[in-house]
């Protein structure tokens, strides 16, 4: 009898959390029926990305991280490793079906119809969204979630791009974990577990899955004009792009695989192939013969000094092709007034890492446009399923009472339309003259704080071997 009514009980919380998912989603896509005209495609012209009219366009935007895949100093769980410790744990304790929907749930809580808004007012006109393979796929041999008609179940993705399109924002679909794990980092899904680039059969099993993702997606997404561009693997190898060679000729023959698999069913989009940490880190076009590709860098740079380097590395780079700076964050003395006006000053795209976040401090660090200090984080060992959708709920909305907008955010807004702070960027950072001074000073104290937390996450990750 007790058996029977556990189960009972169960199932009708899964059903409870089912129910929540598809209340949050049809909320979503119901609210205000409206058709709005879409974008028009883009693509690239020497180092320019332009329009169907051949008006140049450069990105400005943010990145919606947490939302595909999490990061546990910034989302509302802890896990050093990498959230795939955490999925198999729910699995373990709750099953496939229940961990999905309990899944669901947090995305379509975590970034709802209000983010779109705050995006769009804040004069962006990009969102680049990491994404999970584990989001659409059950396992990494590349088997999907299905829906009820047996198709293939990308409906979440679909509400991305209709929200995109209704607020007249671009989207880069970047895949940050990838079956296999391109890098070592807890990331791309799981910490020190990389073996997508392996020379076995177990490595290139992996790389058939991967290629069977992009061209689905690449598919499904061929006609559709707001997605500016594909974004293929989210930092690939790591540190070991520059460092480790052993794997160099597998990363680039496997990246020219995924762009003409993607080529073979999709000939207009943009594809991105990341750099990372350096231009020649990834061979020019005319290696193998790429065409309406963006090349991509991240920055996390210490002093104006070194972005000033990189920044050149990009110009002498003569790859002819654009480039876009997926992420970036000035740690240290690096000044954000002359990193905003030398990206614009050279006409680079970019997109700030990262929307939102939650945790120690969050609601005043600059690493995000709106925070959430007090979040209480999942105990997804011990929290009872009913209470890990509450943790998954409404209060994980930005309009849901725990976030504030940061002090960044209305900062960011001084450069968003390409405006150049030509006293930081002749000074070399030393002056600045956008925003005002209380702007300017509460970015300062807010930064002070972020680099405490920083330094306080590494700590963490250090005593538990998760710090590369």
Known sequence: MKTTMKKTISVLLALVCALSCFAVASSAAQTEPMIVAPLPFLHTEGEQIVNESGETVVLRGTNFGGWGIMEDWFCPYTSPAGEEIMFQKLVERFGLEKTHALMQLYRANWITEIDYQNVAELGMNVIRLPIWYRNFQSDDNGTWYRDANGDIDLHELDEVVAMCRKYGLYLIIDLHGLPGYQNDYDHCGKSKSMSLFDSTEQGARYRAV??????????????????????????????????DKSYQQTFFDFSDELYR?????????????????????????????????????????????????????????????????????????????????????????????????????????????????????????????????????????????????????????????????????????????????????MLFSDKLQAIYTTIRDWLRKLKTGDLL
């Open 261 to 441: 698999a993607i080529r073979a069913v999709d000939s207009r989009h943009i594809i991105t192939m990341e750099a990372i940490w350096s231009p020649d880190a990834i061979p020019g076009p005319d290696v193998y013969g790429w065409e309406n590709i963006v090349y991509q860098e991240h920055l996390y740079d210490v002093t104006n000094v070194t972005i000033l380097h990189k920044a050149n590395e990009i110009r002498n780079a003569k790859y002819g092709a654009p480039f876009l700076l997926g992420e970036f964050y000035p740690r240290g003395l690096q000044s954000f007034s002359y990193l905003f006006s030398i990206f614009n000053n050279r006409g680079l795209s970019w997109t700030t890492w990262t929307y939102k976040g939650a945790g120690d401090r969050a609601d005043k660090s600059p690493w995000f446009l709106y925070g959430a200090a007090n979040l209480e984080k999942v105990d997804f060992e011990n929290d009872s399923y009913e209470t890990l959708c509450e943790k998954f709920g409404a209060v994980l909305r930005t309009d849901g009472g725990a976030f504030s907008r940061t002090a960044f955010a209305d900062y960011v807004m001084n450069f968003v339309n390409g405006e150049v702070d030509k006293a930081s960027l002749y000074s070399f950072g030393a002056a600045e003259s956008r925003g005002t001074f209380r702007e300017r000073l």
């Open 210 to 243: 991967v290629k069977d993702f992009w061209v689905t997606l690449a598919t499904r997404y061929k006609d559709e004009p707001n997605i500016a561009m594909y974004d293929l693997m989210n930092e690939p190898l790591g540190t070991n792009i520059t460092i």
